[in-house]
């Protein structure tokens, strides 16, 4: 399963995450489902937190370029995930630089390793990666699972 979304989710933003996280991911989120979550800020970050503290599913992390190269807020979940063994792989595709072309390839590799992929857009700007990664998933005949913020 994948999880994209926004990264901008501002302090009033977060309850009504959490709600939204406990409504849509919840469901799917038993021991055996691995999560395929980015390691952005946003969406990424809030996901592959509230997974590790509140769920029992397994958890990937995958990342354009190299953990080192996400933004602090990013790198710090992702190694908090880490030091409480919730992690079964982060994977760090290392790329040349970071960019465009860099995140859709990121989200590319998610979805092609999912089953489902579950949105969470700001807007419906279909420039915007989250609607790139449900869009990508939708040509390739996946499940998606669209949760508007």
């Keep these: ?48 937190s509230w997974l590790c503290d509140r769920t029992n599913s397994e958890l990937c992390v995958v990342v354009p370029c190299t953990v080192t190269d996400q933004p602090a807020e990013a790198a710090a979940a992702i190694s908090a995930c880490r030091r409480a063994g919730r992690l079964v792989d982060v994977v760090e595709l290392r790329a040349d630089a970071l960019g465009g072309a860099a995140y859709h390839a990121r989200n590319r590799w998610m979805v092609d390793r999912s089953e489902l992929v579950i949105g969470f857009p700001r807007g419906t700007n279909q420039a915007q990666g989250t609607w790139y990664t449900l869009n990508y998933a939708a040509e390739q005949g996946k499940p998606r699972l669209v949760v508007p913020l």
Excluded: K, Q
């Design 1 to 48: 399963m994948t999880i994209t979304g926004t990264r901008s989710i501002g302090e009033p933003d977060r309850e009504r995450v959490d709600s939204l996280f406990e409504a849509y991911l919840r469901p799917f989120a038993d021991a055996g489902t691995l999560f395929h979550v980015g390691g952005a800020v946003g969406i990424d970050t809030f996901a592959l």
